[in-house]
């Protein structure tokens, strides 16, 4: 599989004396192929590793619903399925969590943008998927993303799950034949770093449409909040540009010190941003699109203060449409 994929597979964890293996797969992609070498298997698994190589496991193989295209992978990662009678009739709501991978030489950015096209059960019903999208509905996801305190609302991240909504399912529906999409991975082109000097509440940095706000500075960390000019802009344009390895905070000593994490601020500051980016106007003329608020921890400062606070903003990405067609997705 190595000499035929051109990847470097690390078998050092696991004993595979006595193991034999026989798989067919006339065309294909790396990943098709290492899920079917490890499918069935009770202690065998893969994983990526830095620079491309593939360790493999003593874990069990979970074998989830995948799309597989080039060196990218979209999978169903979790499903959710209640069914209803009022003894008259019979429904179904399902939720699909779906998930991305790619290999791990490729360097995206963290957040995703899912699309679907056509979609069809076992009895021939047409489906349909929803997913939040601006206004009261975008202002809903940010909410229950930032109580999570993950991405979401049609922009997750890599290697994430996002929880879609499948309408139209018959009540005897006993699989999805075939949902198809595309999924955008977002390469980073250019940047512009956004920096604070000596950093304290309400000071602001704009770049091109995006604003930026400190909300709270502690001795650990900075709490931020991004807002867009772009009317009816989606929150999505603020997640996937924000370059989350960037983060960087430099002490009164002149020591530089690497976010331990830069990711959503929890619940308790959404209202914050819904109060002060989702009201009439707020001083840029046109209603706002819902804003984010971020937290990045310093844990290495030790109770210093912090002098400079700066991030990557990306500029300029390289969009990748990756179509996809999961098919025969079994419902419980």
């Known amino acids: 599989l190595a000499a035929r994929s ?68 979209v999978y169903v990662s979790s499903m959710d399925a209640v069914r209803r009678t009022d003894f008259k009739e019979t429904t179904i709501a399902l939720s699909l969590g779906i998930s991305t991978l790619h290999e791990s030489h490729l360097k995206p ?28 509905a975008g202002q809903a996801a940010m909410l229950a993303r930032m109580a999570a ?46 920096s604070f000097e000596s950093p304290s509440r309400g000071d602001t940095r704009d770049s091109g449409e995006f604003t930026f706000r400190i909300e ?52 308790n500051q959404a209202g914050q941003i819904i109060a002060r980016f989702g009201g009439g106007g707020g001083g840029f003329g046109v209603r706002p699109s819902p804003g984010m608020i971020y937290r990045a921890t310093f844990s290495s400062v030790k109770g210093k203060d912090i002098q400079t606070f700066a991030f990557r903003f990306i500029d300029r990405t390289f969009d990748k449409a990756v179509p996809f067609e999961l098919r025969d997705v079994k419902l419980p």
């Open 109 to 136: 950015m963290k957040g995703v943008k899912f699309e679907f096209g056509k979609g069809v059960d076992d009895t021939g019903s047409e489906l349909s998927v929803e997913t939040f999208g601006a206004g009261q």
């Open 149 to 194: 305190g993950m991405f979401g609302g049609g922009v997750v991240p890599n290697q994430g799950a996002q929880v879609f909504s499948v309408k139209g399912l018959a009540s005897g529906a006993k699989s999805i034949t075939s949902l198809s999409g595309t999924v955008t991975f977002y390469f980073p082109l250019d940047y512009k770093e956004i």
């Open 6 to 73: 051109g990847l470097r597979i690390d078998a050092s964890a696991v004993k595979l004396e006595g193991e034999t293996a026989s798989l067919k797969l006339e065309s294909g992609t790396a990943m098709q192929a290492l899920d079917l070498l490890c499918a069935g298997r009770s202690n065998l698994s893969w994983v990526w590793k830095e620079g491309g190589a593939v360790k493999l496991t003593s874990t069990p193989h979970v074998t989830y619903p995948s799309a597989y295209s080039g060196p990218f992978k």
């Open 216 to 267: 709270k500075v502690e001795k650990d960390g900075i709490t931020f909040s991004v807002s867009t000019k772009k009317k009816n802009a989606a929150p999505m344009d603020m997640e996937r540009l924000l370059d989350s390895d960037s983060a960087t905070a430099m002490d009164d000593e002149g020591t530089t010190h690497k976010a331990d994490m830069l990711s959503p601020a929890g619940a």
